[in-house]
């Protein structure tokens, strides 16, 4: 038997909210942002004490995912790995 799914719901005190988290569960994050070259998919811990980013390049779909303790370091280094050698499309 399959376990039951779940959803992420918007933080109720913030406005517009931004953030999602785990029903049950607030240190349990994620937010999605984007520039018109890259999506950026930011996910904590379960215990919110590090991140997984998901960096995806708009133009072709080619992603990489980097972790780290700090949200901005794991998104610079998803951005950076992404576009090593060659500036966005």
């Not at 607030?26 to 904590?44: F, G």
């Not at 995912?65 to 499309?89: F, K």
Request: aromatic share 6%.
């Amino acid at each position: 038997m399959s376990p039951r799914w779940t959803s992420f719901v918007a933080d109720p005190a913030e406005r517009p909210p931004r953030t999602l988290r785990e029903d049950g569960n607030p240190d349990h994050r994620l937010r999605v942002e984007h520039n018109d070259d890259t999506l950026l998919v930011h996910l904590s811990d379960e215990d919110g004490r590090g991140w997984t980013v998901l960096a995806v390049d708009r133009a072709s779909r080619r992603w990489v995912v980097a972790q780290s303790l700090r949200q901005l370091d794991a998104a610079r280094e998803a951005c950076e790995r992404l576009y090593e050698g060659a500036g966005p499309a």
